[in-house]
Protein backbone atom coordinates (compact mmCIF):
# COMPACT_ATOMS: atom_id res chain seq x y z
CA UNK A 1 0.00 0.00 0.00
CA UNK A 2 1.29 3.26 -0.90
CA UNK A 3 0.35 7.09 -0.81
CA UNK A 4 0.92 9.23 -3.92
CA UNK A 5 -0.84 12.47 -3.49
CA UNK A 6 -4.19 12.16 -2.48
CA UNK A 7 -5.01 8.53 -3.70
CA UNK A 8 -3.76 5.68 -1.26
CA UNK A 9 -3.72 2.73 -4.02
CA UNK A 10 -3.42 -0.80 -2.41
CA UNK A 11 -2.22 -3.47 -4.97
CA UNK A 12 -5.38 -2.81 -7.83
CA UNK A 13 -7.37 -0.92 -5.59
CA UNK A 14 -6.97 3.44 -5.68
CA UNK A 15 -9.12 4.92 -3.31
CA UNK A 16 -9.15 9.11 -2.36
CA UNK A 17 -7.72 9.64 0.95
CA UNK A 18 -7.18 6.38 3.73
CA UNK A 19 -8.45 3.23 2.67
CA UNK A 20 -11.23 2.62 4.56
CA UNK A 21 -11.68 -0.60 7.43
CA UNK A 22 -14.43 -1.90 8.76
CA UNK A 23 -17.59 0.52 8.82
CA UNK A 24 -15.11 4.13 8.14
CA UNK A 25 -16.14 6.12 5.94
CA UNK A 26 -14.32 5.89 2.20
CA UNK A 27 -14.16 6.62 -1.26
CA UNK A 28 -12.74 3.85 -4.18
CA UNK A 29 -12.51 4.69 -7.79
CA UNK A 30 -13.00 1.90 -9.21
CA UNK A 31 -12.58 1.10 -13.04
CA UNK A 32 -16.38 1.20 -13.73
CA UNK A 33 -17.00 4.21 -11.39
CA UNK A 34 -16.78 5.86 -7.99
CA UNK A 35 -17.96 3.64 -4.89
CA UNK A 36 -19.28 5.38 -1.64
CA UNK A 37 -17.80 2.96 1.05
CA UNK A 38 -18.75 2.93 4.97
CA UNK A 39 -21.29 3.66 7.02
CA UNK A 40 -23.76 6.30 6.61
CA UNK A 41 -22.61 6.29 3.14
CA UNK A 42 -23.68 4.54 -0.04
CA UNK A 43 -23.75 4.54 -3.56
CA UNK A 44 -22.24 4.22 -7.03
CA UNK A 45 -21.60 6.50 -9.99
CA UNK A 46 -20.63 5.08 -13.07
CA UNK A 47 -18.10 7.40 -14.96
CA UNK A 48 -20.36 7.81 -17.63
CA UNK A 49 -22.25 9.70 -15.23
CA UNK A 50 -19.87 11.72 -13.74
CA UNK A 51 -19.34 15.43 -14.72
CA UNK A 52 -17.33 16.59 -11.81
CA UNK A 53 -15.06 15.12 -8.71
CA UNK A 54 -13.53 17.19 -6.20
CA UNK A 55 -11.91 17.34 -3.15
CA UNK A 56 -12.29 20.01 -0.08
CA UNK A 57 -11.31 19.93 3.50
CA UNK A 58 -7.43 18.80 2.36
CA UNK A 59 -5.04 19.34 5.08
CA UNK A 60 -2.05 21.11 3.39
CA UNK A 61 1.28 20.36 5.21
CA UNK A 62 2.84 23.12 7.26
CA UNK A 63 5.22 23.39 9.90
CA UNK A 64 2.89 24.18 12.62
CA UNK A 65 0.58 20.58 11.41
CA UNK A 66 4.11 18.62 11.98
CA UNK A 67 5.61 20.36 14.60
CA UNK A 68 1.56 19.00 16.33
CA UNK A 69 2.10 15.52 15.38
CA UNK A 70 5.55 15.37 17.31
CA UNK A 71 4.02 16.94 20.28
CA UNK A 72 0.98 14.81 19.89
CA UNK A 73 3.41 11.68 19.61
CA UNK A 74 5.11 13.08 23.04
CA UNK A 75 1.98 13.23 25.05
CA UNK A 76 0.95 10.04 24.02
CA UNK A 77 4.28 8.55 24.85
CA UNK A 78 4.40 10.32 27.86
CA UNK A 79 0.56 9.09 29.05
CA UNK A 80 0.84 5.89 28.46
CA UNK A 81 4.02 5.73 30.68
CA UNK A 82 2.09 6.81 33.22
CA UNK A 83 -0.59 5.40 32.87
CA UNK A 84 0.03 2.40 30.28
CA UNK A 85 -3.78 1.38 30.14
CA UNK A 86 -4.80 4.82 28.88
CA UNK A 87 -4.42 4.48 24.93
CA UNK A 88 -2.65 7.73 25.38
CA UNK A 89 -4.80 10.57 23.35
CA UNK A 90 -6.17 8.87 20.40
CA UNK A 91 -8.11 10.90 17.87
CA UNK A 92 -9.11 10.01 14.49
CA UNK A 93 -7.73 11.27 11.59
CA UNK A 94 -9.09 14.04 9.93
CA UNK A 95 -12.08 13.86 7.15
CA UNK A 96 -12.05 15.01 3.42
CA UNK A 97 -14.85 15.72 1.74
CA UNK A 98 -15.50 13.89 -2.03
CA UNK A 99 -18.08 15.86 -4.56
CA UNK A 100 -19.26 13.60 -6.75
CA UNK A 101 -21.23 15.21 -9.50
CA UNK A 102 -24.03 13.84 -11.65
CA UNK A 103 -26.41 14.79 -14.07
CA UNK A 104 -29.18 13.32 -11.63
CA UNK A 105 -27.99 14.58 -8.24
CA UNK A 106 -24.75 15.87 -5.93
CA UNK A 107 -23.47 13.84 -3.57
CA UNK A 108 -21.10 14.30 -0.91
CA UNK A 109 -18.70 11.54 0.44
CA UNK A 110 -16.71 11.57 3.76
CA UNK A 111 -12.93 10.38 3.05
CA UNK A 112 -10.12 10.00 5.83
CA UNK A 113 -7.03 11.88 5.24
CA UNK A 114 -3.99 9.14 4.37
CA UNK A 115 -1.46 11.55 5.50
CA UNK A 116 -1.14 12.57 8.98
CA UNK A 117 0.52 16.01 8.74
CA UNK A 118 -1.61 16.82 5.42
CA UNK A 119 -0.49 16.88 1.45
CA UNK A 120 2.35 19.11 0.54
CA UNK A 121 1.19 22.07 -1.96
CA UNK A 122 2.07 20.11 -5.09
CA UNK A 123 0.65 16.84 -4.63
CA UNK A 124 -2.91 18.55 -3.65
CA UNK A 125 -2.15 20.68 -6.93
CA UNK A 126 -1.39 17.67 -9.41
CA UNK A 127 -4.07 15.30 -7.37
CA UNK A 128 -6.71 17.64 -7.93
CA UNK A 129 -7.22 17.75 -11.79
CA UNK A 130 -6.32 14.29 -12.33
CA UNK A 131 -9.73 13.71 -10.51
CA UNK A 132 -10.89 16.35 -12.88
CA UNK A 133 -9.31 14.09 -15.56
CA UNK A 134 -11.02 10.93 -14.13
CA UNK A 135 -14.49 12.73 -15.73
CA UNK A 136 -13.39 12.93 -18.82
CA UNK A 137 -15.25 9.73 -20.20
CA UNK A 138 -14.93 5.89 -19.14
CA UNK A 139 -11.98 5.03 -21.55
CA UNK A 140 -10.15 8.09 -19.76
CA UNK A 141 -10.72 7.24 -16.01
CA UNK A 142 -10.59 3.50 -16.99
CA UNK A 143 -6.97 3.79 -18.76
CA UNK A 144 -5.72 6.21 -15.71
CA UNK A 145 -6.91 3.99 -13.04
CA UNK A 146 -5.33 0.51 -14.46
CA UNK A 147 -2.14 2.64 -14.92
CA UNK A 148 -2.50 3.62 -10.93
CA UNK A 149 -3.17 0.14 -10.32
CA UNK A 150 -0.22 -1.09 -12.44
CA UNK A 151 1.78 0.70 -10.37
CA UNK A 152 0.61 -0.19 -7.30
CA UNK A 153 0.92 -4.02 -7.87
CA UNK A 154 4.26 -3.96 -8.70
CA UNK A 155 4.88 -1.00 -5.55
CA UNK A 156 7.26 -2.47 -2.65
CA UNK A 157 8.47 -0.45 0.16
CA UNK A 158 5.39 1.84 1.34
CA UNK A 159 4.75 5.33 -0.14
CA UNK A 160 7.88 6.57 -2.13
CA UNK A 161 9.27 10.01 -1.23
CA UNK A 162 8.04 13.54 -2.32
CA UNK A 163 9.53 13.85 -5.56
CA UNK A 164 8.64 10.29 -6.67
CA UNK A 165 4.92 11.02 -5.76
CA UNK A 166 4.98 14.30 -8.13
CA UNK A 167 6.50 12.30 -10.57
CA UNK A 168 4.22 9.74 -11.03
CA UNK A 169 1.08 12.18 -10.58
CA UNK A 170 2.33 14.45 -13.66
CA UNK A 171 2.77 10.67 -15.63
CA UNK A 172 -0.87 10.10 -14.62
CA UNK A 173 -2.03 13.64 -15.91
CA UNK A 174 -0.83 12.55 -19.04
Not at 123 to 135: A, K, Q
Not at 151 to 167: D, I, K, L, Y
Amino acid sequence: MAMVGLFWIAESDVYVGAKPSGLAPGVRLSPEGVVALGEGQSGFHAWRDVRGLTVTDVPVKTLRRRVGAVTGLAVTTALNFVDPGSGGADEAPALMTVSVETADCDQELAAYVAAATGYSRAEIDLSLPLLTRLTEGAATASGTLAAMSEWGRTQEGGSPRGAEREALLRKWLG
